[in-house]
């Protein structure tokens, strides 16, 4: 189930805006394989620790966001991603209004 129009040219940060006090989130392409969904945080928004059964690839598109990754702590910037690999607890938290693209990768 794709979101995106086949061989249609987008800008990710036209598809999704930053809310105020929420987390706005958009689905672009899922299938058996994983997904790749845009998410908007506002300041001081986040989620709380988890796990997930498949690799994720966090890819900062404007702002800054931070990511814990086992209990540590990272900044990641407009420009730079970040693995957060399978059965690790992660977190993310707004210091400052981000958004981002998350690919979710299953595994097998």
């Known amino acids: ?4 129009e086949p061989a249609t040219v987008v800008a990710p940060l036209d598809l999704v805006k930053t809310q105020e006090g929420a987390i706005v989130s958009r689905t672009l392409c ?3 394989g994983g997904n790749v969904s845009l998410f908007a945080f506002d300041k001081g928004q986040g989620l709380s ?3 997930a059964p498949f690799d994720a690839i966090v890819n900062v598109l404007e702002g800054e966001a ?3 990754i086992g ?3 990272h900044t990641v910037a407009a420009g730079q991603l970040v ?7 992660h977190a993310l938290r707004a210091d400052h209004a981000f958004t981002m693209l998350l690919t979710m990768l299953k595994q097998g």
């Open 71 to 73: 209990g540590e702590w």
């Open 49 to 51: 620790e988890h796990t």
């Open 83 to 89: 693995l957060m690999p399978a059965g690790v607890p």
């Open 66 to 68: 931070q990511v814990s």
């Open 30 to 32: 899922k299938s058996g």
């Open 1 to 4: 189930m794709n979101m995106l």
